[in-house]
């Protein structure tokens, strides 16, 4: 304890914890009240955790405003003797529920269902329970919140997908549902390379512009250029790619574009063009 001008000086010290995952309650303050009613502030760190120095042995209440929801219990009495007191701790619980969002699912589907929820909380995801027509087809535990599922023995046409999300303190939301459609395509993405005339010759560095259209979402997108890879396959638009002629060799040069959608089917294009150093 360090010495003040009427004694030795100690702390009050805790942490505010939120729901059941621990987070802290960052913006919310400490207020430790003297039994004569003087008032000390401790804002809380990002963690949840506070520290209030300087206070005389005593009798002291500690409260916790700020807190969303209210922190419990509402106060707590400490008393300061010969060191410094530690571990006043409170908690917040939480009482609302996660929010569901599925607008970004695809509409429709082929042999596989797809999909991923945009799940939100202020305490911690625990899972999605997803269901297909009432019944449940898969649980996501760990965020990306997707589900894949093979839905090939399910009938064509429109269907309904439900997701409901759970908290690490038990609070469900409400059942978001979005219609889905299941559709039998046996055809790839079509590819549209634009940017530069096929043909003809590159003299600086392009982008090719890469659209990729199909009944199904695509799955992945692959280069090579002049019969080997061409930079890292991608799973998620923008499919664009750039070619730098002054890195190749002079002469005659092929890219292929190879386009798979969700079903597997592949679809493929290419831009032939030339370098001269």
């Known amino acids: 304890a360090a010495p003040g001008p009427k004694g030795p000086a100690f702390c009050v010290s805790g942490r505010v914890r939120r729901g059941q995952s621990g987070g802290g309650a960052a913006g919310a303050k400490a207020v430790v ?66 929010t569901v969002d599925l607008s970004k699912v695809a509409a429709k589907h082929g042999r596989r269902l797809a999909a991923e929820a945009a799940v939100t909380d202020d305490d911690a995801v625990r899972e999605v329970v997803w269901l297909l027509d009432g019944t449940e087809i898969g649980r996501s535990r760990a965020a990306p919140w997707r589900i894949d599922a093979n839905v090939e023995l399910n009938a064509r046409g429109k269907h309904r997908l439900e997701a409901t999300a759970t908290d690490a303190s038990g609070n469900a939301s409400a059942p978001v549902a979005r219609e889905v459609e299941f559709i039998t395509d046996r055809e790839g993405p079509k590819i549209t390379l634009k940017g530069h005339a096929s043909g003809s010759m590159m003299k ?17 997108v692959r280069y090579e250029l002049d019969g080997k890879p061409f930079g890292a396959p991608r799973n998620a638009a923008p499919w664009d790619v750039e070619i730098d002629p002054a890195a190749l060799a002079e002469g005659a040069h092929v890219l292929v574009v190879v386009a798979r959608d969700q079903d597997g089917n592949p679809d493929r294009a290419e831009l032939r063009f030339k370098t001269k150093k």
Not at 70 to 85: C, G, L, M, N, S
Not at 204 to 220: N, R, S, Y
Request: hydrophobic share 40%; charged share 25%.
């Open 33 to 98: 009240r003297s039994a004569a009613g003087a008032e000390t502030t401790a804002p809380c760190a990002q963690d949840g955790s506070w520290f209030a120095p300087g206070l005389a042995p005593g009798e002291y209440t500690v409260r916790i405003d700020g807190a969303k929801p209210a922190a419990d219990p509402a106060e707590r009495k400490v008393t300061i003797a010969a060191a410094h007191v530690t571990d006043v701790d409170f908690a917040c619980a939480d009482r609302t529920p996660p």
């Open 204 to 220: 600086k560095k392009t982008t090719i512009t890469v659209a990729c259209a199909d009944d199904l979402p695509v799955a992945e």
